[in-house]
């Protein structure tokens, strides 16, 4: 038991990066804004969302309260959006904790029992989990405490209930990751799980939101009201995973019954993570261990005979663009975040358009088609083609991605404007297949002019470059090299959120030019020729920042 | 071939001097090993030739050109190979030696003529065409190795390149040390590895605190200190 909480005090450190912060703030004590900056977003992302969501609880909890039944509706939303969403994305957090971390190879080696390495990586995963579990459960138990005027069991049981949520979820999760890890060895194929896997969740995802677009669509008289729709939620949902309703019950019902349900949630959960460890001692090091070495495959090279074919002298612009596409296609999660946004937009775009009655979409062709709409066209398909190619973290991240290889591109004879513009025209290839599906789209489905439409391409492109051009400067002042697990050079990074940021900023100057200018009723291609001098004025001074700016900042930045 | 003068580098808003008035020539064709305890300052110095670091005061040139105002050119008769092979794990070895290249701009003879001979030398070979995150820690200092050299520049700067070599490899970068000198360029080594000096360096230099506290031919360091081991020598000014 001493060796589970000091394993667990030893990967909550590295996990929040305790020591790292500490040695920040009392010797380094140079860098103090950044975790200030992190943690003040986050409050603020988290607090905003907080808001809404209470809002929304609240009117739910009163409009049932003005009923005078069913107030513990909103505990039991809650409980079940956490576990949902805990099952869901505990799977590749568990995967990724249990079999990909790179400390494993040194716990393995210690003398600890398999079930302490995973136990201890449980409960780091779960409190992890709770950044977002809390946020989703605290305001219904609040709301419907207070509003119930709970007394003191309420609020104890309400505590256990809210931190033990994220166990079952998880311990399905473990489950079916350390069984699927014992029979398949799919380390061999990571990279490809980890992508096909992403693929799934989005797909899922996507799924989950166009069977409820149809239902509403189809089953509009069922769902009358709110109440309606929640209770068959839970009703439905609720029957086939129980233990929210359990949790639920625990909190909402009376005396013994009320008891009962907190013991038999409480026995579940902590059965399960006891089954967990048992289980993980008996097989977890099979799974992990099986095909350590299955991916040193050598594809041997006939360097000799075919040496023209593998060596080919390209320019180094050519080999920096090169050597970013390589990077980004086989880094799963930068790939994730490079690409799945460009695809993602057109397929929830023709979603959308199936799940709608047939007659609407003939509607939005005739709209498109009537010559005195071109106008309104154009600009929704310029705004689209724009937002398509800034949906990712391309530019925003392109330096931070280097992370400690970053030294080479210090070295190499390179100056800092090529290493850069491979960059830009990288990030600007992946804009451009966002612009272009939308091209194909507007073209193939509205019919749009095949003259027009090279010129909304070209405004595209243009808009896409101010804004890998902001996120390239974002990415350049202050570049997140300093990372151990890929996804904290995209996920955990801050650029990618202010480049979006600032492509908001950009789209919503053009959004407001193009608006003013279709209100004054002024010719198409006056809005076209203005949105165009935008553009360049913006890109001249711009690339001349970029260009001064990658050079002192390659120069000053020190590995 | 390699010219620093009046080195200085500091950490922590100045309170740790890393690197302090630092003074030193290495000659073409000349080996020149530079010894120091953990923390003495070795790393610090060989990333501010290479130009990861950047110096407070002080400049360092190489084959005359100042690596700060004239640093492409300076780049271009460097190679480097750190003590840590952190590379593109995603990249086939092949492709690495490529990328490297491409951007030295050796052309496709002189490169292919390099690659199978580095490969060779190496054993890599038949692991080129694997991703570089497949390679042992050796097989990556090997890589990294190859793509440093690829270019054949007049100056090496080596950072413990014999870390993670096995004897072999080892064995076999020290003869390519000693011919490339041979050839009148120079070699600027990092070491713990104290008979490798003894043996394979024409001057060697110690450093610690930041300081340099010895410079000269072991000959020349045995008389200065009246010890007869290096390793007698270098306990002695770094206690």
């Known amino acids: 038991m001493r060796m589970l909480l000091k394993l667990i005090r030893l990967n909550l450190n590295v996990n929040f990066g305790i020591s790292v912060l500490k040695y920040r703030f009392t010797k380094e004590k140079k860098k103090l804004w950044e975790p200030l900056l992190v943690i003040l977003s986050?409050?603020?992302?988290?607090?905003?969302?907080?808001?809404?969501?209470?809002?929304?609880?609240?009117?739910?909890?009163?409009?049932?309260?003005?009923?005078?039944?069913?107030?513990?509706?909103?505990?039991?939303?809650?409980?079940?959006?956490?576990?949902?969403?805990?099952?869901?994305?505990?799977?590749?957090?568990?995967?990724?904790?249990?079999?990909?971390?790179?400390?494993?190879?040194?716990l393995v080696a210690l003398p600890i029992k398999p079930y302490q390495i995973l136990g201890s990586k449980f409960i780091t995963i779960m409190v992890n989990e709770y950044l977002i579990a809390l946020p989703l459960m605290i305001p219904a138990l609040f709301i419907y405490g207070i509003g119930m005027?709970?007394?003191?069991?309420?609020?104890?049981?309400?505590?256990?209930?809210?931190?033990?949520?994220?166990?079952?979820?998880?311990?399905?999760?473990?489950?079916?990751?350390?069984?699927?890890?014992?029979?398949?060895?799919?380390?061999?194929?990571?990279?490809?799980?980890?992508?096909?896997?992403?693929?799934?969740?989005?797909?899922?995802?996507?799924?989950?939101?166009?069977?409820?677009?149809?239902?509403?669509?189809?089953?509009?008289?069922?769902?009358?009201?709110?109440?309606?729709?929640?209770?068959?939620?839970?009703?439905?949902?609720?029957?086939?995973?129980?233990?929210?309703?359990?949790?639920?019950?625990?909190?909402?019902?009376?005396?013994?019954?009320?008891?009962?349900?907190?013991?038999?949630?409480?026995?579940?959960?902590?059965?399960?993570?006891?089954?967990?460890?048992?289980?993980?001692?008996?097989?977890?090091?099979?799974?992990?261990?099986?095909?350590?070495?299955?991916?040193?495959?050598?594809?041997?090279?006939?360097?000799?005979?075919?040496?023209?074919?593998?060596?080919?002298?390209?320019?180094?612009?050519?080999?920096?663009?090169?050597?970013?596409?390589?990077?980004?296609?086989?880094?799963?999660?930068?790939?994730?975040?490079?690409?799945?946004?460009?695809?993602?937009?057109?397929?929830?775009?023709?979603?959308?358009?199936?799940?709608?009655?047939?007659?609407?979409?003939?509607?939005?062709?005739?709209?498109?088609?009537?010559?005195?709409?071109?106008?309104?066209?154009?600009?929704?398909?310029?705004?689209?083609m724009i937002l398509a190619s800034s949906m990712n973290i391309v530019s925003s991240t392109a330096v931070s991605r280097e992370g400690q290889t970053f030294w080479i591109s210090k070295v190499i004879p390179v100056s800092p404007r090529l290493q850069v513009m491979a960059k830009l025209i990288h990030g600007l290839v992946i804009s451009f297949i966002g612009i272009l599906i939308i091209g194909i789209i507007m073209?193939?489905?509205?019919?749009?002019?095949?003259?027009?439409?090279?010129?909304?391409?070209?405004?595209?492109?243009?808009?896409?470059?101010?804004?890998?051009?902001?996120?390239?400067?974002?990415?350049?002042?202050?570049?997140?090299?300093?990372?151990?697990?890929?996804?904290?050079?995209v996920k955990t990074n801050l650029n990618g959120l202010f480049g979006l940021i600032a492509a908001m900023l950009f789209m919503g100057v053009e959004s407001v030019i193009a608006v003013s200018m279709v209100l004054m009723k002024l010719p198409e291609f006056s809005i076209y020729s203005a949105l165009f001098m935008l553009d360049a004025v913006i890109l001249v001074p711009g690339f001349i920042t970029l260009t001064g700016l990658s050079a002192r900042r390659y120069k000053n930045i020190e590995m | 071939m390699l010219q620093i003068d009046n080195l200085s580098k500091s950490y922590s808003k100045g309170n740790v001097k890393a690197v302090d008035g630092l003074n030193l020539h290495v000659k073409p064709g000349e080996i020149f090993g530079f010894l120091g305890p953990n923390g003495a300052g070795k790393t610090t110095t060989i990333k501010m030739i290479v130009g990861l670091l950047n110096p407070d005061s002080g400049n360092i040139r190489i084959n005359s050109f100042d690596n700060r105002s004239q640093s492409l050119d300076?780049?271009?008769?460097?190679?480097?190979?750190?003590?840590?092979?952190?590379?593109?794990?995603?990249?086939?070895?092949?492709?690495?030696?490529?990328?490297?290249?491409?951007?030295?701009?050796?052309?496709?003879?002189?490169?292919?003529?390099?690659?199978?001979?580095?490969?060779?030398?190496?054993?890599?070979?038949?692991?080129?065409?694997?991703?570089?995150?497949?390679?042992?820690?050796?097989?990556?200092?090997?890589?990294?190795?190859?793509?440093?050299?690829?270019?054949?520049?007049?100056?090496?700067?080596?950072?413990?390149?014999?870390?993670?070599?096995?004897?072999?490899?080892?064995?076999?970068?020290?003869?390519?040390?000693?011919?490339?000198?041979?050839?009148?360029s120079a070699v600027f080594f990092s070491t713990h590895v104290l008979e490798v000096a003894e043996r394979l360096c024409d001057r060697i230099g110690i450093i610690n605190k930041g300081k340099l506290v010895a410079i000269g031919t072991l000959d020349e360091l045995k008389k200065g200190d009246n010890a007869d081991t290096l390793e007698n020598i270098f306990l002695e000014l770094t206690e």
């Open chain 1, 42 to 106: 986050a409050a603020m992302g988290i607090g905003t969302l907080l808001f809404f969501f209470s809002i929304f609880m609240f009117g739910s909890f009163y409009m049932f309260r003005q009923n005078g039944q069913g107030e513990e509706i909103i505990l039991a939303v809650s409980f079940l959006g956490a576990q949902f969403f805990l099952l869901f994305f505990g799977i590749f957090h568990i995967l990724s904790a249990f079999y990909f971390s790179k400390d494993m190879n040194f």
């Open chain 1, 149 to 384: 005027n709970a007394g003191v069991f309420y609020w104890l049981k309400g505590i256990i209930c809210v931190l033990m949520v994220p166990v079952i979820p998880l311990a399905i999760s473990s489950f079916l990751v350390i069984l699927l890890m014992r029979f398949i060895n799919i380390k061999r194929s990571k990279d490809v799980i980890v992508v096909v896997m992403s693929f799934v969740g989005l797909f899922v995802g996507l799924g989950i939101n166009f069977y409820f677009q149809r239902m509403m669509n189809g089953e509009k008289a069922n769902f009358d009201s709110i109440i309606q729709a929640q209770q068959w939620l839970i009703g439905t949902i609720g029957r086939r995973f129980p233990p929210s309703i359990w949790a639920t019950y625990a909190l909402s019902k009376q005396g013994l019954e009320a008891l009962g349900y907190f013991l038999l949630f409480v026995a579940v959960s902590s059965l399960l993570f006891a089954v967990l460890l048992w289980t993980g001692n008996k097989v977890f090091y099979k799974g992990l261990l099986s095909g350590e070495d299955a991916s040193r495959k050598t594809k041997a090279l006939s360097l000799e005979k075919d040496g023209d074919k593998y060596m080919k002298a390209l320019s180094p612009l050519s080999a920096l663009f090169w050597r970013e596409w390589k990077l980004l296609l086989r880094t799963p999660v930068f790939m994730m975040n490079g690409l799945a946004g460009i695809i993602m937009m057109p397929v929830m775009a023709v979603m959308t358009a199936v799940v709608q009655e047939e007659s609407s979409i003939d509607k939005v062709v005739s709209f498109a088609g009537d010559p005195q709409n071109t106008v309104y066209v154009g600009l929704g398909g310029l705004a689209l």
């Open chain 1, 443 to 489: 073209a193939a489905v509205l019919k749009y002019s095949l003259v027009k439409l090279p010129i909304l391409i070209i405004l595209a492109i243009m808009g896409a470059l101010v804004i890998i051009i902001l996120d390239l400067i974002i990415d350049l002042i202050h570049p997140k090299l300093d990372w151990t697990n890929p996804h904290e050079a």
């Open chain 2, 74 to 184: 300076a780049k271009r008769r460097i190679g480097y190979v750190p003590d840590n092979p952190d590379v593109y794990e995603k990249l086939t070895g092949l492709e690495y030696l490529n990328f490297m290249a491409d951007v030295y701009g050796v052309d496709k003879n002189e490169r292919r003529e390099r690659i199978v001979y580095f490969l060779d030398m190496f054993g890599l070979t038949d692991a080129a065409g694997s991703i570089i995150k497949s390679y042992s820690h050796g097989m990556k200092q090997k890589i990294v190795l190859t793509g440093a050299l690829i270019h054949n520049p007049d100056l090496w700067v080596l950072d413990e390149p014999m870390v993670g070599l096995d004897p072999k490899s080892a064995h076999l970068l020290k003869e390519l040390m000693r011919k490339h000198c041979d050839k009148g």
